[in-house]
């Protein structure tokens, strides 16, 4: 069995400040982690991804997260954030027992606020 | 562009009807999925096909069936519908099941009046 909780379905930051989006996930067999973004009206798009080397992951426009296995977490940070950041936010987890489909968490939408 | 295409777009029909969803994979990519976005559900994993198989099974109801064809295009068919199938159905693929990408379309939008 594998799932993700997402911590906050809304999270409001200044432009300029730390975007933390947190994640925790279970999976019963080392899993790969995800965090899709989905600005209104689009489809979702990749933001990085762990598949069991660095832990620590880089991804598109300043994103990145640290998979941390005692903690069970891949939080979501970038240093500061833009406007442009606003959006629905995914953490999505997946192994070999699911046949390598992605379980989502309920999302988080991220506010930046002028 | 994630390079995955559904069609159509947009879809509004009625209580009881059918309803075929189309989705293109990215070129070269074996393995499709489906998934439901509703607000209430959040975004449900359906099904997965791998190379004209089903390979993996989600919250798909039995009024919902898939098929994945030797062009490797898959559809999604609804039946019977409700009014609370009314969501945003994702297309996705990759090219292997193996910690691979999934790369998603831009959705159809279902609503059931």
């Known amino acids: 069995a594998q799932s993700v909780t997402q911590l906050g379905s809304h999270v409001s930051v200044s432009e300029g400040a730390l975007v933390l989006l947190r994640c925790n996930y279970s999976s019963s067999v080392p899993p790969y982690l995800f965090w899709y973004v989905q600005y209104p009206n689009q489809g979702l798009q990749l933001l990085l991804k762990y598949t069991s080397a660095a832990t620590l992951v880089k991804g598109i426009n300043g994103f990145e997260a640290e998979f941390k296995k005692s903690e069970t977490s891949f939080h979501l940070t970038k240093p500061s954030a833009h406007m442009s950041d606003a959006a629905e936010y995914f953490c999505?987890?997946?192994?070999?027992?699911?046949?390598?489909?992605?379980?989502f968490g309920k999302g988080t939408s991220l506010l930046v606020t002028p | 562009d994630s390079g995955v295409t559904q069609t159509p777009k947009h879809l509004i029909t009625a209580t009881g009807q059918r309803v075929t969803l189309r989705c293109s994979p990215r070129?070269?990519?074996?393995?499709v999925y489906w998934y439901q976005q509703s607000l209430d559900q959040g975004l449900q994993f359906l099904i997965q096909?791998?190379?004209?198989?089903?390979?993996a099974k989600g919250n798909i109801l039995e009024r919902f069936s898939a098929q994945q064809f030797p062009d490797l295009h898959s559809e999604l068919n609804l039946s019977s519908l409700e009014l609370g199938d009314s969501a945003l159905y994702f297309c996705?693929?990759?090219?292997?099941?193996?910690?691979?990408?999934?790369?998603f379309g831009e959705g159809s939008w279902l609503t059931v009046v």
């Open positions: 996705a693929s990759s090219g292997s099941f193996s910690g691979n990408t999934i790369y």
């Open positions: 070129s070269g990519d074996l393995s």
């Open positions: 999505a987890v997946s192994n070999q027992d699911s046949g390598y489909a992605l379980n």
């Open positions: 096909y791998y190379n004209g198989e089903e390979r």
